[in-house]
Structures are given as C-alpha cells and as structure tokens.
C-alpha cells in the first residue's frame, strides 16, 4: 500500500507528470527505507524545455491527465503567488495490494525551476509524512528532472513489498509518465 502511494508520488511530481509514450529517458531510481518511512529519488530527462515542464507539474487541476493512478486532483486554495493546496486522490495496486488514497499537499514554487510540497496531515489521512521537491534543468533540447521525496504511510504494508519491488514499478510507471510529461508540455510551449 505504502509502496503503491509512492509510486503516485513519484510519477505525480515527476511530476506529477502524464503517462503516455515511452518517450523520456530515467537515468536513476532508488527506493530506500529508512524506519518507517521510505525515501524515493530519482532522476531523468525529457525532450522539451523547463519552463513547459515546470508549466504541466504546476497545472494542479490537470494532473490526473500526466499519471493514470490520479484519479482527481484540483487547486484548492492559492496561498499566495508561490503557494497552492493541492488535492489529490490517487488509486492504484502494487501486485495484488490495491488503494485508494485522498491527500491534501502545501506545494510551494520555490523558483521557475524548482516545486516543493508536504503533505498536510489530517485526521483520517492515510499519509503520516511526505515530502517532495522537484527540481529542473535545462539540459541539451530538454530537461533534467530531479525528484526526491520521502514518504511513511499511515497503513500496513506488507514486508514482501519493500524497495526492490517499489524499485521496479517506479521504473515502469516513471516510464510511461515522462511520455506524458513529453506531451502535456507541448501544450504549453
């Protein structure tokens, strides 16, 4: 459970981004634990340029179009100029373990480069902790994306799902989004 949430995260931030083509490049996933929580980073590259890629991962009513485990998702409140509530509702199965998790997350936009967030806790939250950064690169004719995040669920996982197998669907899942990710920032050259 904790590890499917995780791979939303990932693909969210990555995010958050679609899941189309095979079309952008991962050069690095690690999925670790540490205590109860894991921590997830990662780093990759896709054909179009940052300010369309920082364009599509900051269309928060947009984002069930990059990741297929994005059921909704929808600006709540605008903070400030640089601050958003974001809902989320994301399902999805890691093996036979299927989820649905709802979340609310303060997303700061650090800079045009660079997306921080955590998610806010709540009562019924299925998410203990989690936060995020994206960070991104002009590189070549693209964009260098590094994400990071660190998450404990608030759920029972069970032992044979651990970092290798998170390890794998990220990679699969990460795939498909960065070819979404291609697409969506199209629409914002």
């Not at 189309?20 to 340029?49: K, M, N």
């Not at 400030?80 to 989820?99: E, K, P, S």
């Amino acid at each position: 459970m904790r590890c499917r949430f995780t791979v939303y995260r990932l693909s969210l931030i990555l995010i958050l981004v679609p899941l189309a083509a095979l079309a952008g490049r991962i050069d690095y996933v690690s999925v670790t634990r540490d205590g109860p929580r894991y921590v997830l980073e990662g780093e990759a590259f896709v054909a179009a340029q940052p300010a369309a890629v920082y364009a599509a991962i900051t269309d928060y009513d947009a984002l069930d179009k990059l990741d297929k485990g994005i059921a909704e998702s929808r600006l709540l409140e605008r903070i400030d100029d640089n601050i958003a509530l974001v809902y989320t509702r994301l399902t999805g199965c890691v093996i036979v373990f299927c989820r649905k998790v709802e979340r609310v997350e303060r997303v700061e936009e650090v800079s045009d480069t660079e997306v921080q967030s955590v998610v806010v806790p709540q009562e019924q939250a299925d998410i203990a902790y989690e936060r995020s950064s994206w960070r991104l690169s002009a590189e070549a004719d693209g964009t260098r994306i590094k994400y990071r995040t660190e998450i404990e669920p608030d759920f029972w996982i069970p032992a044979f799902i651990g970092p290798a197998v998170l390890r794998g669907v990220l990679k699969r899942r990460v795939s498909r989004t960065l070819g979404n990710l291609e697409q969506a920032a199209k629409n914002y050259q």
